[in-house]
């Protein structure tokens, strides 16, 4: 019998490439793509607000634009705005918008033709026309005028014809007599509870043919959180008194009576105006605000040509729908107009994160595909490398004449099938990070 021949030296070839090389250089382009084209970029979206009236030949909108970054919102940087409306109207408004400073844009844009009825498209777009926002929106109906004062009644009133008082600023208050007397001039003495009264003027006087009516204006200031005021008026030895509480506006924005001023009794970067008339939400700006040495903010205000009719000036101190934050003011002596809340007309940041969503898919998926290719060659290679193996074995034991029937073989070590195992599930890891990697944070 003759001695079988030296077994094979081991060579470094191309098997170990295709078992070690393989999935090292799928696993390397995988995570290339996953830390590269298939990460999550930042995006840029928009939400618009406001309110657009029917037959309105002009609007004012409110643009925020924030950048998606991951799970966290925070300021875009500074770009440049384009606002357009489409459709039953058109209009365009552009502008530069830096959010870490302005926070929103307020983009005032005339209407050719007026809007009656019928569905606009607004579309927000920044630098080289990338959409912020888009969607459709309609009129709504116009909004009745705010009910006027009812007459006073017989006897004393006290009123502020504003509404309320903001603290430590001061606010109209109007005292009425109303009295059948005619010769007499009445006497007013005022007590306050929690504040400062302004001297207390001569009365003015106005008759009709039963009774006529006196009254006094002057201005109060609160300086606490709750401000009473009793006043006395006595006219041909009838004595009349009244006490009232006032309506307070703690942290409100505050409109000079003539409209040329802001203030807040507290220390403001910013306020946000909106000139309310017959139209809606007509006009629009942001001022900045300059703090005093006592902690109080202002800025002058300068409106647009006020229209005849009713009017009102909404002050915010944030951008959005915060009704909180927000105070309505009449305009002058002219009829108040409603000013409804905006509503949220367009927000870009649901499709914004679908289109990243999708493109970081597109990104993903040759990564997938690598992955699955290079799981198939591995296993395809192992059963040919085995086959190869088990056939070289053979023709091996025939030429040293040895019979396969007296030879006993041992199953694979157990290390090596959980090695097979191992690199299966390596692979599946990877093919799975590479498909469903977009829903990561990476």
């Not at 925070?74 to 926070?103: C, F, K, M, N």
């Not at 039963?210 to 002057?218: I, L, M, V």
């Not at 951008?319 to 927000?326: E, I, K, V, Y």
């Not at 029937?405 to 097979?420: C, G």
Request: proline fraction near 10%; include cysteine.
């Amino acid at each position: 019998m003759s001695s079988a021949p030296p077994p094979p030296k081991p060579t470094l070839g191309w098997p170990l490439l295709a078992i070690v090389g393989v999935p090292a250089i799928a696993g390397a382009v995988t995570t290339g793509v996953l830390v590269g084209p298939g990460r999550t970029r930042p995006m840029d979206a928009a939400r618009v607000y406001g309110r657009p009236t029917q037959d309105a030949d002009q609007i004012a909108l409110q643009v925020e634009v924030v950048r998606f970054d991951g799970d966290v919102i925070i300021p875009a940087p500074a770009l440049d705005l384009r606002v357009a409306v489409a459709g039953a109207t058109a209009g365009e408004w552009t502008g530069r918008l830096d959010p870490s400073v302005d926070e929103a844009a307020e983009a005032v844009m005339t209407l050719s033709p007026g809007w009656k009825h019928g569905p606009a498209r607004l579309t927000v777009t920044g630098p080289e026309g990338t959409e912020l926002a888009a969607a459709e929106m309609v009129p709504q109906p116009r909004l009745p005028t705010v009910a006027a004062a009812s007459p006073p009644p017989e006897g004393l009133s006290v009123t502020l014809p504003r509404g309320g008082a903001v603290p430590e600023l001061p606010e109209q208050m109007v005292v009425t007599l109303v009295s059948s007397s005619r010769e007499a001039t009445p006497v007013l003495s005022m007590k306050i509870q929690g504040g400062d009264l302004s001297e207390v003027p001569a009365p003015k006087r106005s008759c009709d043919e039963t009774r006529c009516r006196w009254w006094w204006d002057f201005d109060v200031t609160s300086r606490a959180t709750a401000t009473g005021v009793t006043a006395t008026a006595t006219l041909d030895a009838e004595r009349f008194e009244r006490e009232v509480w006032l309506q307070l506006l703690p942290g409100a924005l505050w409109l000079a009576p003539n409209g040329r001023e802001v203030r807040a009794a507290s220390p403001r970067e910013h306020a946000f105006v909106a000139l309310h008339d017959a139209r809606g939400r007509a006009w629009s700006t942001r001022l900045a605000m300059k703090v005093d040495d006592r902690g109080f903010a202002s800025a002058p205000l300068h409106l647009p040509p006020l229209p005849s009719g009713p009017a009102a000036i909404a002050l915010a101190s944030e951008p959005g729908l915060a009704s909180d934050r927000r105070w309505v003011w009449p305009v002058g002596s002219l009829p108040q107009a409603t000013a409804a809340p905006m509503v949220l007309l367009a927000d870009g940041l649901p499709a914004a994160q679908a289109r990243e969503e999708a493109r970081k898919g597109r990104a993903r998926r040759p990564a997938f595909a690598l992955v699955i290719m290079a799981g198939f060659f591995e296993l395809a290679f192992l059963y040919w490398q085995r086959q190869r193996t088990t056939a070289d074995l053979a023709r091996r034991m025939r030429e040293a004449d040895i019979d396969p029937d007296r030879v006993t073989t041992r199953p694979a070590a157990w290390w090596l099938v959980v090695l097979s195992g191992a690199l299966l599930l390596a692979f599946l890891a990877l093919a799975t990070l590479a498909l469903f990697g977009a829903q990561l944070p990476l």
